[in-house]
T-cell receptor, first 113, second 114 residues
Framework: GENVEQHPSTLSVQEGDSAVIKCTYSDSASNYFPWYKQELGKRPQLIIDIRSNVGEKKDQRIAVTLNKTAKHFSLHITETQPEDSAVYFCAAIPNTGFQKLVFGTGTRLLVSP | DAGVTQSPTHLIKTRGQHVTLRCSPISGHKSVSWYQQVLGQGPQFIFQYYEKEERGRGNFPDRFSARQFPNYSSELNVNALLLGDSALYLC?????????????FGQGTRLTVV
């Protein structure tokens, strides 16, 4: 079945630095890759997504890149702020015919002031 | 993601009991999916429903069941509760539930089995 690997598991940066989280997936037929941010005790919040027909998407300080050949996708956060501190999950939807999000194991990002 | 509502927010049950969790999707959304999130892990897919029909099921035992109503709200039922069922249960709402459409999560129901 589909497997999504995510690295690193924890990431500590200073405010203003950039943060990069990387994921790989196994089902080459996957075409949709969302990223969720989950603060402690709260719901996963969709922050950005990318579809397989594009290689990069940007939304203010957040960007996502996709390499379909290598089955890699990454989240880039620039000019990090303390409020960016949270757990970030990547996900992929395998080609099963229904919307089954397969999540990575999560990255705990800590931004220190 | 505002608009997906789940009830109750917290629940404590005893082993062997039964529980029903409820979800109302975003207005206009016809697909509801259920996920289980154990502490420290990513959400795991349980079910997807679209237009009141089960579209997909994850690797969970038959003690887990669900349904979707004509107004697109949904219930997740778990029978014969085990300690290992303690988790955050999340409902995700999607317009069509297609393979490349956004899914928005509710705040979840935290179930504790004692």
């Amino acid at each position: 079945g589909e497997n999504v690997e995510q690295h690193p598991s924890t990431l500590s940066v200073q405010e203003g630095d950039s943060a990069v989280i990387k994921c790989t997936y196994s089902d080459s037929a996957s075409n949709y890759f969302p990223w969720y941010k989950q603060e402690l005790g709260k719901r996963p919040q969709l922050i950005i997504d990318i579809r397989s027909n594009v290689g990069e998407k940007k939304d203010q300080r957040i960007a996502v890149t996709l390499n379909k050949t290598a089955k890699h996708f990454s989240l880039h956060i620039t000019e990090t702020q303390p409020e960016d501190s949270a757990v970030y999950f990547c996900a992929a939807i395998p080609n099963t015919g229904f919307q089954k999000l397969v999540f990575g194991t999560g990255t705990r990002l800590l931004v220190s002031p | 993601d505002a608009g997906v509502t789940q009830s109750p927010t917290h629940l404590i049950k005893t082993r062997g009991q039964h529980v029903t969790l409820r979800c109302s999707p975003i207005s206009g959304h016809k697909s509801v999916s259920w996920y289980q999130q154990v502490l420290g892990q990513g959400p795991q897919f349980i079910f997807q429903y679209y237009e009141k029909e089960e579209r997909g099921r994850g690797n969970f035992p038959d003690r887990f069941s669900a349904r979707q109503f004509p107004n697109y709200s949904s219930e997740l039922n778990v029978n014969a509760l085990l300690l290992g069922d303690s988790a955050l249960y999340l409902c995700a709402s999607s317009m069509t539930g297609g393979l490349d459409t956004e899914a928005f999560f509710g705040q979840g129901t935290r179930l504790t089995v004692v």
